[in-house]
Structure formats: structure tokens, C-alpha cells
């Protein structure tokens, strides 16, 4: 197969490929939606339906603890970087050392632009 032809016409060289059943398609077949290009109605609707799940997944249906969970790790994560940091950086080891190592790290960075 040297090249993708229509796969309707198959004297035609194909112009592009179907997004959803990745069907080469030439201009005449094609069916063009903001989504992109389909080879029919059928496809353009299956892909647009499938988008809509996807928009209502990411939306106010389910996943709301799980969500929820994951913002508290990364939350986490971040803080235990920052600690970690601090603590490499400046020798933070309690909350009583943060006042003097946030002051270091600006005379730091005040430093870095001069
Ligand atoms: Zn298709
Ligand atoms: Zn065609």
C-alpha cells in the first residue's frame, strides 16, 4: 500500500482521513464539521456524542471526591516539596524557622536580578 486511497472512490488519492473510524477519504466524501473531518454523518454525530461524554465526565457528574482527593495530594506533594526545599536550602526544621529563611530566600532572589 504505497499510498491511501478514497475508500470510496478508489481511484481517487484520499485528501484526509476519517477522525473517527480513520477511514481514508477523498474531498468529494468528506464530511467537514468543527470537529474535523469525517467520512459521513453517522461519524461526525458518533464523534461529536462522544465528545459530549467526555464534556459532561469532566463536568459536575462523578469523579467529585476522587477530584477532590487528588487536589489534596498535589496539595501535599507541594507542600512536602517546599519543606523539603526550605529545609535543604535554609535549614527550616519548624514553622518558627519559616520567618528567617523566607527572609534569606528574598535577599536571595533580590541577589539572583542584580
Ligand atoms: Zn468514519
Ligand atoms: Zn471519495
Redesign the pocket.
Known amino acids: 500500500m504505497a499510498k491511501n486511497m478514497?475508500?470510496?472512490?478508489p481511484e481517487?488519492f484520499?485528501s484526509g482521513v476519517c477522525k473517527q473510524c480513520a477511514i481514508p477519504?477523498?474531498d468529494?466524501?468528506k464530511t467537514v464539521r468543527p470537529q474535523g473531518i469525517f467520512c459521513c454523518e453517522e461519524c461526525a454525530d458518533r464523534f461529536a456524542a462522544f465528545q459530549d461524554r467526555i464534556a459532561v465526565h469532566k463536568g459536575t457528574g462523578g469523579g467529585g471526591l476522587v477530584s477532590l482527593l487528588v487536589k489534596i495530594a498535589v496539595l501535599a506533594a507541594v507542600l512536602l516539596v517546599a519543606y523539603l526545599f526550605l529545609h535543604s536550602s535554609y535549614g527550616v526544621d519548624s514553622p518558627a524557622d519559616l520567618p528567617g529563611a523566607i527572609k534569606s530566600m528574598i535577599s536571595d532572589l533580590i541577589g539572583l536580578f542584580r
Open positions: 478514497c475508500r470510496h472512490h481517487v484520499a477519504i477523498c468529494e466524501c
